[in-house]
T-cell receptor, first 111, second 117 residues
Framework: QKEVEQDPGPLSVPEGAIVSLNCTYS??????FMWYRQYSRKGPELLMY????GNKEDGRFTAQVDKSSKYISLFIRDSQPSDSATYLC???????????FGGGTRVLVKP | NAGVMQNPRHLVRRRGQEARLRCSPM?????VYWYRQLPEEGLKFMVY????????ESGMPKERFSAEFPKEGPSILRIQQVVRGDSAAYFC???????????????FGAGSRLTVL
């Protein structure tokens, strides 16, 4: 079993819809949670990170962490075709330097 | 700011040859991380370096792989005697100081794609 599970998709939505992404994890020591966006043939780009449980909002993006369920989510409001990419969740322990990534979810936003 | 620069972007090697991948971190960043992305898989941590020091190499294969980050010049990931299973995208990331929290704000390069024939 992988430490971080993420549905590979693809997840196809019409323009303007809310995109809902999630990851589950098994290591209860994870304390920091990140979401990255990766366009084809490019490097991952950090969208946002959160610490422990709770919500964080940044523009059209909202990240949620539920440590009791070992479940994290990313919501993208008013999705645009330019949001079409692979979204990767990542997480680390409090003292750790390395990130553990999910396999990524491919998202297609259709105009 | 040119961001994290990786070269070559694409590298083709035959089995048994050596591959050298280079990474120049963002200006002002002194921490470098290497990750490998195999086809249809997520990124896997390989090694974390600061200038002239390997801090964490727990993700590096025991043989054939090595990394360095000299006082001057880019970080180098070296793969000796490559095999087909080494074919992957290798990403470098950098962060500013203040570890370990710097690991929360990694800036990735565009990657080097290694193909082993």
């Amino acid at each position: 079993q992988k430490e971080v599970e993420q549905d590979p998709g693809p997840l196809s939505v019409p323009e303007g819809a809310i995109v809902s992404l999630n990851c589950t994890y098994s290591n209860s020591a994870f304390q920091y949670f990140m979401w990255y966006r990766q366009y084809s043939r490019k490097g991952p780009e950090l969208l946002m990170y959160t610490y422990s449980s709770g919500n964080k909002e940044d523009g059209r993006f909202t990240a949620q962490v539920d440590k009791s369920s070992k479940y994290i989510s990313l919501f993208i409001r008013d999705s645009q075709p330019s949001d079409s990419a692979t979204y990767l969740c990542a997480m680390r322990t409090a003292a750790g330097n390395k990130l553990t990534f999910g396999g990524g979810t491919r998202v297609l936003v259709k105009p | 700011n040119a961001g994290v620069m990786q070269n070559p972007r694409h590298l083709v090697r035959r089995r048994g040859q050596e591959a050298r991948l280079r990474c120049s971190p963002m200006k002002g960043h002194s921490h470098v991380y290497w990750y490998r992305q195999l086809p249809e898989e997520g990124l896997k941590f390989m090694v974390y370096l600061q200038k002239e020091n390997i801090i964490d190499e727990s993700g590096m294969p025991k043989e054939r792989f090595s990394a360095e980050f000299p006082k001057e010049g880019p970080s180098i990931l070296r793969i000796q005697q490559v095999v087909r299973g080494d074919s992957a995208a290798y990403f470098c990331a950098s962060s500013p100081g203040g570890q370990p929290s710097g690991a929360n704000v990694l800036t990735f390069g565009a990657g080097s794609r290694l193909t082993v024939l």
